[in-house]
């Protein structure tokens, strides 16, 4: 099993910065990721994805977000993060971190971003 714990979502304005993170593990231990992904889900919509990060640092964002979203990870390739700058309201949802492991995909429990007009 491996779990994915985010956090750094809140409220914000528009024009405002966030930075989300997705630590990973599995059983307890550090989990290291091959591919890690930012899906979003806005209220009434579908989920979408939003960036996605390979071990190997290739990098690849939803038109919606290039130049505004940055994805990254610790050193330790255990721990992902989504810098968020230029925050627009249409960026309001629920934000989820996923992995692939052994042909099985895993979750994180999301977290709310909501940026105000």
């Known amino acids: 099993q491996v779990q994915l714990v985010e956090s750094g979502g809140g409220l914000v304005q528009a024009g405002g910065s966030l930075n989300l993170s997705c630590v990973a593990s599995?059983?307890?231990?550090?989990?290291?990721?091959?591919?890690m992904g930012w899906y979003r889900q806005a209220p009434g919509k579908e989920r979408e994805l939003v960036a996605t990060l390979d071990g190997g640092g290739l990098t690849n964002y939803t038109d919606s977000v290039k130049g505004r979203f940055t994805i990254s990870s610790g050193d330790a390739k255990n721990t992902v993060y989504l810098q968020m700058n230029s925050l627009k309201p249409d960026d309001t949802g629920v934000y989820y971190c996923?992995?692939?492991?052994?042909?099985?995909?895993?979750w994180g429990q999301g977290i709310q971003v909501t940026v105000s007009s």
């Open positions: 996923r992995t692939m492991y052994y042909g099985r995909a895993y």
């Open positions: 599995r059983n307890h231990f550090t989990f290291r990721f091959n591919v």
